[in-house]
T-cell receptor
Framework: TQLLEQSPQFLSIQEGENLTVYCNSSSVFSSLQWYRQEPGEGPVLLVTVVTGGEVKKLKRLTFQFGDARKDSSLHITAAQPGDTGLYLCAVFSGAGSYQLTFGKGTKLSVIP | NAGVTQTPKFQVLKTGQSMTLQCAQDMNHEYMSWYRQDPGMGLRLIHYSVGAGITDQGEVPNGYNVSRSTTEDFPLRLLSAAPSQTSVYFC???????????FGQGTRLTVV
């Protein structure tokens, strides 16, 4: 069973559209991270959310942590081709919470 | 700043050969880890280390060995390569758990 379920797996939209991607789990987490990975590169951290119900904004990206701290969403307003990439959510899990575990990601393509 | 440096960037091995993937970081991070990324499988944790001399297994450790003799270096060894180990490998480091993970650019390994 996957600890983190991300949906959708793939998303292809036109430039200027809005979109939301999701990261869900049945477990409760003290924090959750979102990363973006571009082709040929390693993931890069976008944001960390730590409080239930927390909303963080990063320009056109809005991140929300669920009230129960089991899920999170990423909303992009007026998507641009530069937003194209693989969006990954991740949590620290396992004994001592040292293991950073990732979801399988949402692959976003923004078409000009 | 160099950040996390992985070498080599590309490698082709024959089944049964051994090799070491190198990872070095210059940020004095205690926590380092190795992941493999396969299509449809996301990033899966192979091994991790919480400090020099301390290593532990992640989700998919079989076929891989690690050691951590210094804070800066965390090599990943394949003792007898198998085609199932064909993947893109990422090394990551972070200052503490629950903080930002910095990734290298990856090593694309093909085992034939």
């Amino acid at each position: 069973t996957q600890l983190l379920e991300q949906s959708p797996q793939f998303l292809s939209i036109q430039e200027g559209e809005n979109l939301t991607v999701y990261c869900n789990s049945s477990s409760v987490f003290s924090s959750l991270q979102w990363y973006r990975q571009e082709p040929g590169e390693g993931p890069v951290l976008l944001v960390t959310v730590v409080t239930g119900g927390e909303v963080k904004k990063l320009k056109r990206l809005t991140f929300q942590f669920g009230d129960a701290r089991k899920d999170s969403s990423l909303h992009i307003t007026a998507a641009q081709p530069g937003d194209t990439g693989l969006y990954l959510c991740a949590v620290f899990s396992g004994a001592g919470s040292y293991q950073l575990t990732f979801g399988k990601g949402t692959k976003l393509s923004v078409i000009p | 700043n160099a950040g996390v440096t992985q070498t080599p960037k590309f490698q082709v091995l024959k089944t049964g050969q051994s090799m070491t993937l190198q990872c070095a970081q210059d940020m004095n991070h205690e926590y380092m880890s190795w992941y493999r990324q396969d299509p449809g499988m996301g990033l899966r944790l192979i091994h991790y280390s919480v400090g020099a001399g301390i290593t532990d297994q992640g989700e998919v450790p079989n076929g891989y060995n690690v050691s951590r003799s210094t804070t800066e270096d965390f090599p990943l060894r394949l003792l007898s390569a198998a085609p199932s180990q064909t993947s893109v490998y990422f090394c990551a480091s972070s200052y503490l758990k629950n903080t930002e993970a910095f990734f290298g650019q990856g090593t694309r390994l093909t085992v034939v």
